[in-house]
């Protein structure tokens, strides 16, 4: 079974501040993994995904995330936050099933 | 291609009567998800079909819940007799089978039962 754990429900960061949020996986085979952000009233859209090869994956607005096998981990920065930048985002992971999401962490983003 | 659409956006019912949530895949995907989210769950998985056929429906809550695709770009969820505790934000998904590519998700619908 593939699970997903997303550290913080909720954080709080200063425009300009580097954002970090936290995901980590369980997967008993090697995971596809993505983050999707979910601004208010809209659904999801993909930021980024990780399959195969580089383990540091650009994605859309300036974010990337890190494949850590050893760590089980694929958290999600950008150096500089925007105020743009508030919404949710779910971390999720799949392979050879559906995606399986994490509880999401509510970024806020302080002028 | 205009994405995955939803219909309606919103829907406010009165408990007992039934609803009916719509959504169109991307053309060309043949796999179809329906997920609902709420502020206890977060983002559940409800069912979800490859190239029509329902695979698993595992998380469909109860018997009240129901899921078609008629065909390979259109699948309807039906929820009858509705009650308060469906009210959620429902989305659905769609992708290429066996890919293991990313999900497109439709702008959703926010049910209210009252």
């Known amino acids: 079974a593939q699970s997903v754990t997303q550290l913080g429900s909720h954080v709080s960061v200063s425009e300009g501040a580097l954002v970090l949020l936290r995901c980590n996986y369980s997967?008993?085979?090697?995971?596809?993994l993505f983050w999707y952000v979910q601004y208010p009233n809209q659904g999801l859209q993909l930021l980024l995904k990780?399959?195969?090869?580089?383990?540091l994956v650009k994605g859309i607005n300036g974010f990337e995330a890190e494949f850590k096998k050893s760590e089980t981990s694929f958290h999600l920065t950008k150096p500089s936050a925007h105020m743009s930048d508030a919404a949710e985002y779910f971390c999720?992971?799949?392979?050879?099933?559906?995606?399986?999401f994490g509880k999401g962490t509510r970024l806020s983003v302080i002028a | 291609d205009a994405g995955v659409i939803q219909s309606p956006r919103h829907e406010v019912t009165e408990m007992g009567q039934e609803v009916t949530l719509r959504c169109k895949l991307i053309?060309?995907?043949?796999?179809l998800f329906w997920y609902r989210q709420t502020m206890m769950r977060g983002l559940e998985l409800l069912i979800y079909?490859?190239?029509?056929?329902?695979?698993?429906d595992s998380g469909m809550p109860e018997d009240r819940f129901s899921a078609k695709m008629p065909n390979a770009s259109f699948s309807t969820l039906k929820i009858q007799p509705s009650e308060p505790r469906d009210s959620a934000v429902y989305f659905c998904?769609?992708?290429?089978?066996?890919?293991?590519?990313?999900?497109?998700f439709g702008q959703g619908t926010r049910l209210t039962v009252v």
């Open positions: 998904a769609s992708t290429l089978q066996g890919l293991n590519t990313e999900a497109f």
């Open positions: 997967s008993s085979v090697p995971p596809y």
């Open positions: 990780y399959t195969t090869g580089a383990t």
């Open positions: 999720a992971v799949r392979r050879n099933t559906p995606l399986v």
């Open positions: 053309s060309g995907h043949n796999s």
């Open positions: 079909f490859n190239n029509n056929v329902p695979i698993d």
